[in-house]
């Protein structure tokens, strides 16, 4: 016993032979880290402050970026060769809807969607032919059979005709058109927008577990009515293209 009183008496007074100000909870410190100090700057540097500028929309507003290029800098001009005018739409159109295989495909109720240039294929895009081809593409949706109408044409010539299954075009102005019509002449708004102006917007009703939204797989437009362009809508309206009529209509709660 007195063999084990003596080791421990022994180890203890080793440990504490060690100087104290060298050891830390993990053993020896190391000396501290020398840190060369960087005076401040004489002058303390200007905030940017946050700047705004108008956008093309009224009462929308963007900030401007720091260290961006002028805006004339990055202005592009259109290519005027893929621009196609009024009057050339008007011309393509004219051909188009008299082909007797467009016509079919469109059926009695249809509306224009819009018109692009596309690029030629094959040898035509190679040399002189390049320019000369002008390919376009015509886009209608036909509203009685309810599929959208795909028109390839070659300068004034029709080309292919076909369906464009499962493809839903985005409004054109001849839906937003044919909406408004039927949604001023439903006589839950027939007294309360004729001194409104019109806008539409294509929407898709949502499918159900049980039962689909009203117009679900139709081609519907969404219309609303306000005071000029820039109004909140006061009235609203659900129109079903593909059936020519007026799902719901009603006011639109005070803002």
């Given at each position: 016993m007195w063999t084990y009183v003596t080791l421990l008496l022994f180890i203890v007074s080793s440990g504490?032979?060690?100087?104290?100000?060298?050891?830390?909870?993990?053993?020896?410190?190391?000396?501290?880290?020398?840190?060369?100090?960087?005076?401040?700057?004489?002058?303390i540097p200007t905030r940017h402050a946050l700047e705004f500028t108008a956008d093309e929309s009224v009462g929308h507003i963007k900030p401007k970026m720091a260290g961006t290029m002028v805006e004339a800098a990055v202005t592009r001009s259109p290519n005027q060769a893929a621009v196609l005018s009024e009057s050339e739409i008007a011309a393509m159109r004219k051909t188009a809807e008299a082909d007797p295989k467009v016509a079919s495909l469109l059926g009695a109720r249809w509306g224009?969607?819009?018109?692009?240039?596309?690029?030629?294929?094959?040898?035509?895009?190679?040399?002189?032919?390049?320019?000369?081809?002008?390919?376009?593409?015509?886009?209608?949706?036909?509203?009685?059979?309810?599929?959208?109408?795909?028109?390839?044409?070659?300068?004034?010539?029709?080309?292919?005709?076909?369906?464009?299954?499962?493809?839903?075009?985005?409004?054109?102005?001849?839906?937003?058109?044919?909406?408004?019509?039927?949604a001023r002449a439903d006589a839950r708004l027939a007294d309360k927008v004729q001194a409104l102006q019109g806008h539409g917007l294509l929407m898709q009703p949502d499918r159900g577990f049980f039962k689909n939204d009203p117009g679900y797989e139709h081609r519907v437009i969404w219309i609303t009515f306000s005071q000029g362009q820039d109004g909140d809508p006061k009235y609203w309206a659900q129109v079903d293209l593909t059936e020519d009529r007026v799902l719901d209509a009603g006011d639109e709660p005070p803002r």
């Open positions: 504490c032979s060690l100087d104290a100000a060298s050891r830390g909870p993990f053993g020896p410190e190391d000396p501290e880290t020398v840190i060369p100090k960087t005076p401040l700057p004489a002058q224009f969607i819009d018109a692009d240039r596309l690029p030629p294929e094959g040898k035509v895009s190679f040399g002189c032919c390049r320019n000369q081809a002008r390919f376009t593409r015509l886009t209608y949706f036909s509203y009685s059979n309810n599929v959208a109408i795909d028109v390839r044409m070659k300068d004034t010539t029709v080309l292919q005709a076909s369906r464009n299954e499962g493809y839903l075009p985005p409004e054109g102005p001849q839906d937003v058109q044919r909406g408004i019509e039927l």
